[in-house]
C-alpha cells in the first residue's frame, strides 16, 4: 500500500511538471510570436525598440514616449503596427508671438520663422520682427508681427488714407511726417493700436495766436486869429499829422478758425499833431469917397489926365479918373475885396491877367495889393486888348 501510494505521487508530480514545461514553452511561443521591432524618428532623432503593442499610441506609451495634440505623429496614434513598422514624430514647439499688438502663443510644427507666418495665413506684406529664415530654436524674444492696416487721417483740412504696417497711432503719425504741436488733438490716444480701418483726426490748435491792429487817429484843427491877414483870408501854418493806435489781440484758433478772442493791450503808439489855421482879423482901410467929375468947358481943351501913382506906391488911388470909375463899376470901389468869384480887387482881375500883367511883383493876388498898384498893373494889361478887358463896366462908363 505504502509503495502505492508513492507511485501515485511520484506520478502526479510528474504530470505537474509537464503542465509546467508545457505552460512555459506555450509563454515563449506567445512572446516569440507577439514581440515587434519598430524604428522610432523623434524629431530627426532614430531608434528602435521592442514592443509587444498592437498600435502607434501602444507602442509610445509602452516606450515612455509622450504626445501632446500639437505634435505631428505618423502614421495615427490609433494606426496598427506589425514588426518592422516605423513611426515618425515631430515635436511641436512653442512660440510667443505678439500679433497686431495682441499677445499669443504659437503651437507649430515648423522650424523657422517663416513656417509660423505661414501657418498665421498673414498676408506677404506684413512687418515681422525676424527674418523668415530664422530658425525658431534661436529666437531668444517673442515674434512681432504686424500686417498691413489702411488707416484715414484727417489733418490740416485733407483726408487722405495711408496703408501701414506700424503698430500704434505715435508710429503711424512719424511714418507719415506728421509732427504735432504742444496743443494740438488726436482723435485716438497715441499708444492706441492700429487696427484697419480706423479713422484718425488731428486737430491744431493755437491757444496764443497774437495779431496786432493799428488804426489812425484823425488830427484835429485849431484855428487862430492873425492880424497879418485881412478879414476872410487864412493860411495853414501848420499841417496836421494823423495819429495811430495799436490794438494787440491774443485768440484761440482750431484747426485756424477763431474761437475766442481776448484784448491785451491797446495803447497810442503815436499822438496826432493838431492842424493850425490862421484866421485873417486885419479890416482893409476905408476907401476915400470918389469926387464929382467935372465937365470941361467947351471952349477950353480938357486938360490931360493924371497919371497913376508910380508902382509900388501904397497911396490910394487917384481922385477921379477912368480907372476910379471903374473900379466904382465893377468891385463898388472896393480895392480889397475877395468874394471868392475867382475875381479880385477893385478892377476885379482874374489871377491869371494879373500875374500875366506882373502885378505878381505886388502881391500874391490882386486884392492884397495897394490901389495905386493895381492901376499900374491895370496899365500894363490894358496896353493889350485896350479897355475890352472890362467890357461890360467900360462900355456903360464910354470908354473906349
Known amino acids: 500500500m505504502r509503495d502505492f501510494v508513492a507511485s501515485r505521487n511520484q506520478w502526479i508530480r510528474t504530470i505537474g511538471q509537464g503542465i509546467v514545461m508545457m505552460c512555459l514553452v506555450l509563454g515563449l511561443v506567445a512572446f516569440v510570436g507577439n514581440n515587434k521591432s519598430i524604428d522610432l524618428l523623434i524629431d530627426g532623432r532614430a531608434s528602435t525598440v521592442q514592443t509587444f503593442g498592437g498600435t502607434v499610441g501602444e507602442v509610445l506609451a509602452n516606450s515612455n514616449v509622450v ?17 518592422g513598422s516605423a513611426i515618425q514624430i515631430t515635436t511641436a514647439t512653442a512660440v510667443d508671438v505678439v500679433l497686431n499688438g495682441a499677445e499669443t502663443v504659437v503651437h507649430t510644427t515648423g522650424s523657422t520663422v517663416g513656417d509660423v507666418v505661414d501657418e498665421l495665413g498673414v498676408a506677404e506684406s506684413s512687418a515681422v520682427s525676424a527674418d523668415l529664415e530664422t530658425r525658431l530654436t534661436t529666437l531668444s524674444t517673442e515674434l512681432e508681427i504686424s500686417t498691413p492696416k489702411n488707416i484715414t487721417v484727417t489733418v490740416d483740412g485733407s483726408e487722405d488714407t495711408h496703408t501701414t504696417t506700424e503698430k500704434s497711432v505715435q508710429d503711424l ?11 494740438d488733438r488726436v482723435s485716438v490716444p497715441l499708444t492706441a493700436t492700429l487696427v484697419d480701418g480706423l479713422g484718425l483726426k488731428v486737430t491744431r490748435v493755437d491757444s ?23 478879414v476872410g483870408e487864412q493860411r495853414v501854418t501848420r499841417a496836421g499829422v494823423d495819429g495811430e493806435r495799436t490794438r494787440i489781440y491774443t485768440s484761440m484758433l482750431v484747426d485756424g478758425r477763431e474761437e475766442s478772442r481776448e484784448l491785451v493791450n491797446d495803447k497810442v503808439t503815436r499822438e496826432p499833431v493838431a492842424e493850425l489855421i490862421a484866421i485873417g482879423t486885419r479890416e482893409p482901410e476905408p476907401e476915400p469917397e470918389p469926387e464929382p467929375e467935372t465937365e470941361p468947358e467947351p471952349e477950353e481943351q480938357s486938360a490931360p489926365e493924371e497919371a497913376p501913382e508910380p508902382a509900388g506906391s501904397d497911396g490910394p488911388a487917384p481922385a477921379g479918373g477912368a480907372w476910379q470909375a471903374l473900379a466904382q463899376c465893377e468891385s463898388g470901389g472896393n480895392w480889397s475885396i475877395n468874394t471868392g468869384n475867382g475875381y479880385y480887387g477893385g478892377l476885379q482881375f482874374s ?30 494889361l490894358k496896353q493889350s486888348g485896350g479897355w475890352g478887358h472890362w467890357p461890360s463896366c467900360s462900355s456903360k462908363l464910354g470908354l473906349g
Open 208 to 230: 496764443d495766436h497774437r495779431e496786432t491792429i493799428t488804426d489812425p487817429i484823425s488830427f484835429s484843427t485849431d484855428e487862430v486869429d492873425d492880424d497879418a491877414l485881412d
Open 173 to 183: 503719425l512719424d511714418e507719415a511726417k506728421i509732427t504735432l504741436g504742444d496743443e
Open 67 to 83: 504626445v501632446t495634440a500639437n505634435d505631428q505623429v505618423s502614421p495615427a496614434l490609433s494606426a496598427a503596427v506589425e514588426d
Open 351 to 380: 489871377a491869371p491877367s494879373w500875374l500875366g500883367a506882373g502885378g505878381g511883383q505886388y502881391a500874391p493876388l490882386p486884392h492884397l495889393a495897394s490901389p495905386a498898384e493895381q492901376i499900374a498893373t491895370a496899365e500894363v
